[in-house]
């Protein structure tokens, strides 16, 4: 890449940055903890090159039919066939959860994009949205949320409908520290900005501030008693993107490298497995049930359209309800979590990636903090 091709200043500082001979060395400069920590403890899928398969099943490969696709299991191409910032008519897994009468637990969706908001429809679903540059309210005030509030409206916006990363990740940890969601869905979007407007260094730089912030929101969780121990970190795309060295600026329906994507998944009832080789595909439509599997929820009975769990990530004995939606597990899983349907899900998603309930709470739903980013 180079000032050509993605307005690199300064080639020989990004060579020394990310730029390794080998090619997991290479991963690992650019996102060590998705590659040393997920890519080692969990399991990543959507390596072509070895036989794993992950797409979208939506035929727009841009972001708010992938978001559509990610939270309710299934594309709607018919009425989800843009960006535009309006309601979602459709019912996404968290808003399903909210309505379950045995689910107590506390769910909230942050975004960068000012569209988050929409996907989940707040006027209807109840649900915390939060999004773009409005003020996070309702949660007692502290310092760092008060500068946080004032940033968004005083910083410079640089684009019109979203801040940079940095405001809405630490805006949505003030949120978890204070209410302790059952489910946290966090969208982050300036590696889809940055390369949009084709500058490499900043894509890159981008991506690499948002595996910081996953590690920041694991150990996060692991210092904290609600979550400790409890936790899932599902983390994914909303699509894909074009080839170098040319087409990695843009995605959709004309780019259909864009329909790839990958996802990660994290946690005590996940197998480390790590970079998934021969396997069957995967896709975008089965991250929703399989988040709500992990909270010991069959969504995929209850919603036919969406996608089955993916059954490789989830522990055998994890709830019995949802076994008939994955079919069997490998054998030997259920010797990896000494938690069984008591596990919290944290997935930071959908960065989606994916994007928890206190100890008291004996029905001990899974927390889940999910996380979504395009990287592509």
């Known amino acids: 890449m180079n000032k050509q091709n993605g307005k690199v200043q300064d080639i020989a500082a990004l060579k020394k940055a990310y730029w390794r001979e080998d090619v997991q060395a290479r991963r690992e ?24 398969d992950a797409y979208v099943t939506n035929h727009m490969f841009f972001s708010y039919p992938g978001y559509n696709e990610t939270l309710t299991g299934f594309a709607d191409d018919a009425r989800i066939n843009s960006n535009d910032k309006k309601p979602n008519p459709n019912v996404t897994v968290l808003e399903w959860l909210k309505n379950r009468p ?58 019109g409908d979203e801040p940079f990363d940095a405001i809405q990740f630490y805006t949505a940890v003030e949120y978890m520290k204070a209410n302790k969601p059952t489910v946290l869905y966090i969208s982050l ?50 699509h894909g993107r074009g080839k170098a060295p ?63 769990p993916i059954a490789d990530v989830l522990f055998c004995g994890l709830n019995s309800r949802v076994q008939g939606s994955f079919g069997a597990c490998q054998s030997g ?14 997935a930071c998603g959908s960065w989606a990636l994916a994007r928890m309930s206190p100890f008291s709470d004996l029905t001990f739903h899974p927390r889940l903090i999910h996380t979504g980013v395009t990287l592509g």
């Open 102 to 159: 045995d689910f107590h637990g506390d769910l909230a969706a942050f975004g960068a994009w000012d569209v988050i908001a929409s996907v989940f429809t707040p006027e209807r679903s109840h649900l915390t949205a939060n999004a773009g540059y409005d003020p996070l309210t309702g949660i007692p005030m502290t310092p760092k949320l008060e500068m946080l509030n004032t940033l968004k409206a005083e910083l410079p916006h640089v684009w």
């Open 246 to 308: 040319h087409k990695w600026k843009s995605h959709g329906g004309k780019i259909p490298d864009s329909r790839y994507i990958w996802m990660g998944f994290l946690g005590p009832d996940t197998q480390p497995l790590g970079e998934r080789t021969k396997i069957s595909a995967v896709t975008q439509s089965q991250i929703a049930a399989t988040l709500a599997a992990f909270l010991g929820e069959d969504y995929a009975a209850d919603v036919p359209e969406a996608g089955k």
């Open 29 to 52: 400069a650019l996102m060590p903890f998705l590659w040393q920590v997920v890519g080692k403890q969990g399991q990543i899928f959507g390596n072509r090159d070895k036989g794993s």
């Open 189 to 238: 979007g300036e590696t889809d900005d940055w390369a949009h407007g084709g500058q490499y260094t900043e894509y890159l730089d981008s991506a690499h501030r948002v595996d910081a912030y996953l590690k920041a929101i694991w150990d996060l969780a692991q210092s904290m008693p609600e979550y400790q121990g409890n936790t899932t970190l599902i983390f994914s795309p909303d």
């Open 333 to 346: 899983a259920a010797a990896l979590s000494p938690f069984g349907a008591r596990a919290r899900l944290c």
